[in-house]
Every structure is written in structure tokens, then in C-alpha cells.
């Protein structure tokens, strides 16, 4: 089984940054892409950044292209998003996601399409 525990979270004022980062506890990343998702009170989980398992292929909802990057560093079984510029619209919780049943490359959007998911990080932007 592979477990995900995010981390990173906290208050920042807007225009401020925080990195997030994804590590696994048990098993490996090597054969699974990664994303993050999102989600604020009374709202859906929204997809934000993923990325392949070798990362050569990355994908960013419109929102926050531009202002965050996503990575990973697979001898470190651990995943990354690089959050800048933040707004208080992206406030919420922060959720790590993996999936292996796609090759390793294809990046769904959709949260049934990922098997581990981690606990959440509050993200909190003030105005």
C-alpha cells in the first residue's frame, strides 16, 4: 500500500508563497502520477497540478498556471507543488493524490481516477 501525508500548509497574506510537498511512507511513486487536488467549504474537489511519473508531462488548471509549479523527486518518494503570488480564492485543503492505472503518463482530472489520496493541508489566504 502507499500511503501519502502532505505537508506545507499554513496562514499566508496574499501575494505570499508556501510549497507543499507530498511524501510517501510506504511503497514507491515510480510507476504512479501524481496530482493535487483542492477543495474550499461547500465546494467540489477541484483538480490543480499533475504530474507523470517521470515528469515529462505536467498539467495545471487554468487558475494557477503561471503562479504554481509542480514537481517531484522520485529517490525521495515525494511530490511537491510550489505555490507563489497566492490569492484568497485559493484557499482550502490541500489533498495529494496517485494513481498507476493509466501508464504513468496520463493525468486525470476526475478524483475517482486516484486510488491514495493523503489526509489534506489547510491552505489560508488572507486579503
Known amino acids: 500500500q502507499v500511503q501519502l501525508v502532505e505537508s506545507g500548509g499554513g496562514l499566508v497574506q496574499a501575494g505570499g508563497s508556501l510549497r507543499l510537498s507530498c511524501a510517501a511512507s510506504?511503497?514507491?511513486?515510480?510507476?504512479?502520477?501524481m496530482s493535487w487536488f483542492r477543495q474550499a467549504p461547500g465546494k467540489e474537489r477541484e483538480f490543480v497540478a499533475g504530474?507523470?511519473?517521470?515528469?515529462?508531462?505536467?498539467s495545471y488548471v487554468d487558475s494557477v498556471k503561471g503562479r504554481f509549479t509542480i514537481s517531484r523527486d522520485n529517490a525521495k518518494n515525494t511530490m511537491y507543488l510550489q505555490m507563489n503570488q497566492l490569492k484568497p480564492e485559493d484557499t482550502a485543503v490541500y489533498y495529494c493524490?496517485?494513481?498507476?492505472?493509466?501508464?504513468?503518463?496520463?493525468?486525470?482530472?476526475?478524483?475517482?481516477?486516484?486510488?491514495?489520496w493523503g489526509q489534506g493541508t489547510q491552505v489560508t489566504v488572507s486579503s
Open positions: 493524490a496517485a494513481d498507476n492505472s493509466r501508464g504513468g503518463i496520463i493525468l486525470s482530472r476526475s478524483p475517482p481516477a486516484y486510488e491514495y
Open positions: 510506504t511503497g514507491t511513486y515510480s510507476s504512479y502520477v
Open positions: 504530474i507523470s511519473w517521470g515528469g515529462s508531462v505536467r
